[in-house]
Each structure stands twice: as C-alpha cells, then as structure tokens.
C-alpha cells in the first residue's frame, strides 16, 4: 500500500498527479489552484482527501481476476459511484497561497507530505513521535557535510510552509527541525522511484496510451523507455534489502506497488529488490559508488562480492592477439575485480562459468591471483596491451558515434554519418573486449541509423548483434533483452521476416516472467506485436 507520493517535475505536464497515469486531452485541474493536472474527477476528487466507492456490479469485472479488476475499478470512470471523505488529504495543504511544492525538490514536497499526513491527524504536533513510529531507516551519518546543511535549511522551509497550511499546532525549533531532516534522510533513503513505460517508434512518435501509431502495411523500428513519473513511499517495499542481482522485480499499477519474483528462490532466501543500477549496466565499481553515495552503504551482494562475466567484459578491451577471447581491464575495474578472481572457486567449474573462464583463465592459473594481474594485461593468456593507445582510438571512434546519435535524433542522416559510423565500429572491435557494451550501443546506433534510411535487412543485422552482446552482460530473460527484441521484431515485421515470431514469443514469455497477469497492461504494445503475427 502507498503511504504517499509525489510526481516528478518533468512529468507535471503529462501525467497524472495523482495515479501517474498518462493525462488524456481533456486533463481536469485542481479546483483551488490549478496546478497540478489530474485524468480523471475521480483522481482530483482523491488527491483532496475523497475517494470514490465504485460499484462492482459490472459483469466484465466480475469475470476478471481479483487484481485485474480492482485496477480496472480503479481507473474506469463510473456514473454508479458514491463518495466518502477520507482521512488523509494529498493534495490540500499545498494550494494554499503561494504553490511552494512547484519552488521545492520533488523529495522535499514528498517529506511535507508525509508530515502533512501526521499533522492532519495530530492533536499535539509532536514529530519526534511521528517519525519513531514511520520506523524506516536512514543515512543522515553518512551524508556529506553539503547534502546534510542542505537537508537542514530544506527543513526549515519545509517547516515555515507546513505551519502556514496548520497554524499554530506546533513550534519551529531545533527538536522540530532536527526530525524533520531525520524524515528528509528518511525519504531519500526509502523513496521508490514510479516508472511507466513508454514505446517509441523510429519516427518518435510516442505510445503512452495503448494506442499505436502504427499502419497495418507499414511497420517502424520500435524501442521500449522506462520513464519515471514520479516518487513514493511503500512502507512493506522498504522492508526489501538491495541486490545487483535482484530475484525481485517491482511494477506499478496507477499508485499501487506489484513484487514478482523472477527467479525460482529456495526456502530461507532473501527477496531482493534492484535500487538502482545493475550487472549488466554498470560495472561493479561504479555500483558500488552510486550506492555508496545514495544510501550509505558497501554493497556485498552476490554481483559485487562474487565473479560474473558482466563486470569483467562491461569495460574490458581486447587482446592483442586476435584469436584470443581475453579481457584486458584497466587498473579502475581491475582493483574491484581483484578479489573477487582470488576467491572464485575453480574446482568447482561447471557450463554455467565456462564464458568466465573464456576471457579470464589465466588469471585463476596462478597462485597468487591477487598480486600477479596487472592493468594492461590479458586475464587469459597473459600478453600486455597498451591501454593508452587504444584509449585514444577508441575515444576517436566514439566521436563519429556521437555525431551518428545527433543525425539520429534530428533525423538528418547523411550516407557519410553512417559511413563514418561503420568504421568506427571497426576501431572499436578491433580495441574493444567483443562483449564491451559501447559496442553494443554503437550496433544499436546503427540499427536505429539503418531504419531511418530504409535499409531495414541491415538495421536488422545491426540490431541482432547488439542483441548477441547484451545476452551476454545481462541473463538471456532478462527484461532489457525483451525491450531489445521490441525493435528487432518490428524491423522483422517489416521485412516480413518469418523470425519475428520467435521474437515476439520471447518478449511475451519474458514480459509474462516480469509482470505476470499485467504484462498487456503494463506494455499495451505487446499485444499489438501478437496481433501482428
């Protein structure tokens, strides 16, 4: 159940305020202030403190399963409905006078929420009660000195606002200021973010609504994006520990929060849940940091305590040798990778490590695995490369990348941009570890580039061998292979290619892993997809 939440800024002007959801050209605004813009009178009516009784006569929802009709319930508008005050308002205390949560930070108008929540049903005003009974945890201590003078004056202002909604129900002083930026570090430690996910098609029309802006003759390369809406506190979604490699994936339906898990769990095993980055998208050094920094802690979960091909290959050039599959690190990844090669367990070497084993083996044929792995050094056969010269192609290369992504997105593509960006390519294979992930978004440039100019059997050859990489940095099911597959099938569509429907059943299964009975309704798309075959 959502405690509370917030929209985004960015999002303001096309989402709703209240459910998130996407705002329909007949948006309904705040009654007193106008601001913030709602789908639906029901979503203005609740984010006042009203909620809305709907009648569950209806045989469609009748038929549906429990969830799938509660959230139909939810989001279809009714004439058969009454309505009851609840007691918690969202929305109310903010439209009074000056709009402050439009000046704040999208966390600092969060934690007045959280407050205002307490405040409205306080007779005594004491927070320091308030925010004993919240019990989420925080990382005030670790915060640098910077983040914590902000929190600080974000806290008396935060104060000033709320005492002009409430009056005189309690004082501003150093007690009160000091719980409210207990709640501040609170919010920031706990808060989730709200993602919806959105298609795009190579022409950028967008599909946010389940409608698609697509002719049945003719088809367009299609791309999925994770858009975040918006910020909210789940007090049971809290109660989720961090991992790189999580078993636990969390979706959002209007304001409520579904956990699914994705992997088969033994009994005993902890449900863990991603906040941020994962294998496959940062190395392990760079996890570790942004965690580090977020929410103050080391993270030791199995992707960063443990070998995995990922975080050896992510940022890894190539060797010298051209039939040799080694890994060259640099000293960057190379000291967090150390230990994690010494401690890996070569006796019990099994088809699920052999890849590992492919571009590291020398590493784990000493005897002392710490000491003897240098930067520049092949982790298979052991032979040097020298990482500042092919730095400096590969940056070069990238230049010429850069500039197809521009002619992409302005869609003034030239057969230069795409000739330019073909031989980059090649400098980066020639540099880059085959697995390394800039080569992975510099195939999809060039699938993307391809569609554009019509060369769809090219886009589609880009596209697979993106694919081919990217099963490599994350699992096969994983969720980032699907939103791949989106484009390829719809290249495939196009060209009328019989593969297609291996494609769109592998989006189905693994959207079905993810979601659930949701997966139509939380990627409308989908649906089309199979319509299309």
């Not at 129900?169 to 993602?195: A, L, P, R, W, Y």
């Not at 999925?224 to 078993?247: D, M, T, W």
């Not at 019509?454 to 589609?460: C, D, H, I, K, T």
Request: hydrophobic share 35%; charged share 20%.
């Amino acid at each position: 159940m959502m405690f509370h939440q917030i929209i985004l800024k960015q999002c303001r002007e096309t989402h709703c305020h209240y459910c998130l959801n996407d705002l329909p050209a007949d948006r309904v605004p705040c009654i007193s202030c106008s601001i913030p813009l709602y789908c639906s009178r029901q979503c203005q009516i609740k984010a006042g403190g009203q909620t809305f009784r709907i009648s569950t006569d209806d045989n469609i929802l009748k038929n549906l399963p429990c969830d799938l009709g509660e959230y139909a319930a939810e989001v279809i508008q009714y004439n058969d409905y009454e309505l009851k005050i609840d007691d918690v308002t969202e929305h109310q205390h903010e439209c009074q006078g000056v709009h402050w949560p439009a000046v704040l930070p999208s966390e600092i108008v969060l934690a007045g929420r959280v407050l205002a929540k307490f405040l409205s049903k306080s007779s005594s005003g004491d927070i320091t009660i308030f925010v004993e009974k919240l019990e989420l945890s925080h990382c005030y201590e670790c915060m640098p000195f910077e983040s914590k003078l902000d929190s600080h004056i974000y806290a008396i202002v935060l104060l000033y606002c709320l005492k002009h909604s409430y009056g005189t129900m309690f004082s501003i002083d150093g007690i009160s200021i000091s719980q409210v930026v207990i709640v501040i570090s609170q919010i920031k430690v706990n808060c989730m973010t709200v993602v919806r996910l959105k298609s795009i098609d190579a022409h950028g029309l967008s599909d946010q609504c389940g409608g698609f802006p697509f002719h049945s003759s003719v088809h367009l390369t299609s791309n999925v994006e994770q858009v975040r809406v918006g910020k909210a506190i789940y007090k049971a979604g809290s109660l989720f520990n961090h991992s790189c490699q999580p078993n636990v994936h969390a979706y959002f339906l209007s304001r409520t929060l579904y956990l699914r898990t994705t992997k088969v769990v033994a009994a005993g095993s902890q449900l863990e849940l991603s906040y941020g980055p994962q294998v496959g998208l940062w190395d392990c050094k760079d996890r570790q940091s942004f965690l580090q920094d977020e929410y103050g802690f080391h993270c030791q979960c199995t992707g960063c305590s443990e070998v995995n091909l990922s975080d050896i290959v992510l940022n890894a050039f190539r060797c010298i040798y051209p039939n040799c599959s080694g890994a060259v690190l640099e000293n960057r990844v190379l000291e967090c990778e150390k230990q994690k090669i010494e401690h890996f367990p070569i006796a019990d070497k099994d088809i699920k490590n052999d890849d590992i084993y492919e571009v590291c083996l020398h590493a784990f044929n000493q005897n002392d695995a710490f000491n003897h792995i240098q930067p520049g050094n092949c982790l298979k056969c052991g032979s040097y490369c020298d990482l500042k010269s092919s730095r400096a192609t590969v940056d070069k290369a990238l230049i010429c990348i850069k500039r197809l992504q521009d002619a992409i997105l302005s869609k003034e593509i030239s057969n230069t941009s795409i000739s330019d960006a073909l031989r980059s390519l090649h400098l980066l294979r020639s540099n880059l570890h085959a697995y390394n992930k800039v080569i992975a978004e510099a195939e999809d440039n060039l699938a993307q580039a391809f569609c554009l100019v019509g060369e769809l059997q090219l886009s589609a050859d880009h596209c697979k061998a993106s694919i081919q990489i990217l099963e490599k940095l994350y699992d096969p099911d994983d969720i980032v292979i699907a939103y791949e597959l989106v484009k390829l099938s719809s290249v495939q569509l196009s060209l009328g290619d019989d593969s297609a429907v291996d494609s769109i059943s592998r989006i189905g299964a693994i959207f079905s892993r993810y979601y659930g009975l949701h997966a139509d309704l939380v990627f409308p798309y989908l649906q089309y997809l199979r319509r299309e075959i």
